[in-house]
């Protein structure tokens, strides 16, 4: 490639997604939105205990090391110039909770994964301190029930399980952060001068954030007991807060910062009340953008931050439907039961019978999340026969994927009262066509991917070059790049579908009141 030729891409933008089963780094043309190069490394997850999900705080910041890195020199045997990226954007799992010491750098535990359940019984004493034990006595203020999956819950955890963590507080060294505020202190400067930030969607996702006043709350900040001097600085979601101080990268500054569920519904450019987008990742998430007016759930969705792209500019809300296990179920047949060596193999062995055969998979692995918020269901799979193979259940879980997202659908079209004509989908597993085909089949509407699946990094990427003093990505509708998409018609009749569905329904109050935190864990 000629040296005229590079100067063609103009700006670029990098991108940080770093998920809750891989780190990936990704570079953006900031013109046309095209994906140049990226690198991927998979994150191991520990299960110490049942019910427990850790993840290394450093194996993760090395894995971006890792990433930016190795994406770097991908770019530069393509010929093209890394200096051309202007920007920086972080997408992160969001509610993973991580506490280091700001004096070493060092994490003081492992981070607590959304998923993990080990904060039932902190859940179920919080709860009595409630009027009537209602877990949606802080919904109006912060948009949430109380659950395990949100991060007031596991830090409390932290701070009354372990030693470390209780010290460092005392003695005005410890730090709180979900994985976007761990991250951008780390690439910043560390304990050398590192800015410890988060932005409005992370915070949102805390229940210590008021999305209102759009400030820590004082009275859940009490309420949890956590002291609000080891809370990030809550920035909005596209500015500088700060620049790369190592790796090939240095000095680039670092502009957008996004939950990985609002960045992809910014990548999908659902910038408009009532459009909305499923994202098939680790769990499930499907949000509808309502613009500036939070709107608030009668039917087991939250109410959340959508992004706030500029400090000068508004907030948008949205309503979010969260499942727990979609893509997991598929690292399940895999890694658990063995049954495939890849996760492509499920998509294989389900095309294979192209039915579950009457086998029905409910993946309620860390309870069931929206719209039942039932921390004591667990996983089962029934109505097996001897006629039931590893074919029909590979069926059943990628089909408790299309379930789970129907319940939420159904619970988003009450709420807003308009039903959606058609799902914006991305994430991995939407390259499982298997999958998308049903999808459509399940919500009798059609599906729609676009052909860049990425929607997540491009989110965050968006946020970075759009941001004030980089100013290199127009977020003005004129300006956004037209998206090629491919369409997935429904196939089946509506009333194979909604039998199939009423079945579904069945088995999920079958998972339900499995598990009771009386009960003695493996007979100890």
């Known amino acids: 490639m000629a040296a005229s030729d590079r100067m063609v891409l103009g700006p670029l933008v990098g991108s940080i997604d770093q998920g809750t089963s891989s780190t990936r780094f990704l570079v953006f043309n900031a013109k046309t939105a095209e994906l140049l190069s990226h690198h991927q490394v998979e994150i191991q997850q520990k299960f110490p205990k049942e019910g427990w999900v850790e993840q290394d705080p450093k194996e993760i910041l090395k894995s971006v090391h890792e990433c930016v890195e190795r994406t770097c020199e991908k770019l530069q045997q393509l010929n093209i110039d890394i200096t051309n990226i202007k920007a920086i954007g972080v997408s992160n799992q969001r509610e993973t909770t991580v506490v280091w010491d700001k004096t070493t750098g060092e994490p003081l535990y492992n981070a607590i994964v959304w998923l993990d359940l080990r904060t039932q019984p902190t ?29 007031a819950v596991k830090l409390r955890w932290l ?10 507080v005392d003695d005005g060294r410890a730090l709180f952060g979900t994985i976007d505020s761990w991250l951008i202190w780390c690439l910043t400067g560390g304990k050398n001068g590192g800015v410890h ?29 956590i002291p609000m001097e080891i809370l990030p600085k809550v920035r ?52 509808c953008n309502t613009g500036q007016k939070s709107v608030f759930s009668e039917h087991g969705l939250l109410t959340t931050i959508a992004y706030k792209l500029g400090r000068d ?62 921390p004591s269901a667990r996983g089962i799979i029934c109505g097996l026969t001897q006629f039931t193979n590893k074919n029909h259940i590979a069926f059943a879980a990628l089909e ?13 079209n009450k709420d807003c009262g308009i039903p959606l004509n058609q799902l914006q989908v991305d994430g991995g597993m939407t390259n499982n066509k298997v999958l998308m085909q049903l999808q459509a089949d399940i919500l009798c509407i059609p599906v729609v991917k676009p052909s860049m699946p990425e ?13 004030e003093g980089v100013g290199i990505w127009s977020l003005n509708p004129g300006d956004l790049t037209a998206v090629t998409c491919e369409r997935f018609e429904p196939q089946i009749n509506p009333e194979e579908s909604e039998y199939r569905y009423a079945r579904w329904k069945k088995a999920v109050m079958k998972s339900m009141g499995w598990e009771t935190a009386e009960a003695p864990s493996n007979g100890k």
Request: charge should be negative; aromatic fraction near 12%; charged fraction near 20%.
């Open 123 to 151: 859940v179920e004493r919080l709860l009595k301190r409630i009027p009537g034990k209602n877990k949606a006595f802080f919904k109006f203020r912060t948009g949430l029930p109380l659950s395990t999956y949100f991060s």
């Open 159 to 168: 701070l009354d399980n372990v030693e470390e963590i209780r010290q460092a």
């Open 197 to 225: 930030c988060t932005d409005v969607t992370n915070a949102s996702r805390t229940m210590l954030f008021n999305i209102h006043s759009l400030e820590w709350d004082p009275e859940l900040c009490q309420f949890f007991d």
């Open 236 to 287: 909005s979601s596209s500015e500088i807060y700060g620049l790369m101080k190592s790796g090939a990268l240095t000095g680039v500054p670092i502009s957008g910062c996004l939950g990985d569920q609002s960045a992809a519904l910014v990548g999908q450019m659902c910038f408009q009340d009532g459009q909305a987008k499923n994202t098939y990742g680790t769990g499930c998430f499907l949000l």
């Open 313 to 374: 500019k508004p907030v948008c809300y949205a309503l979010e439907g969260s499942v727990a296990i979609a893509g997991a179920v598929v690292r399940w047949l895999r890694d658990n039961l063995g049954i495939v060596k890849t996760s492509q193999e499920v998509e294989k062995l389900a095309a294979e019978v192209g039915t579950s055969y009457g086998c029905y998979f409910v993946p309620a692995f860390s309870g069931l999340y929206a719209p039942y918020w039932e």
């Open 400 to 412: 408790a994927v299309c379930f789970q997202t129907r319940e939420i659908l159904d619970a988003i």
């Open 455 to 467: 929607t997540t990094a491009l989110g965050a990427a968006m946020a970075a070059g759009a941001a």
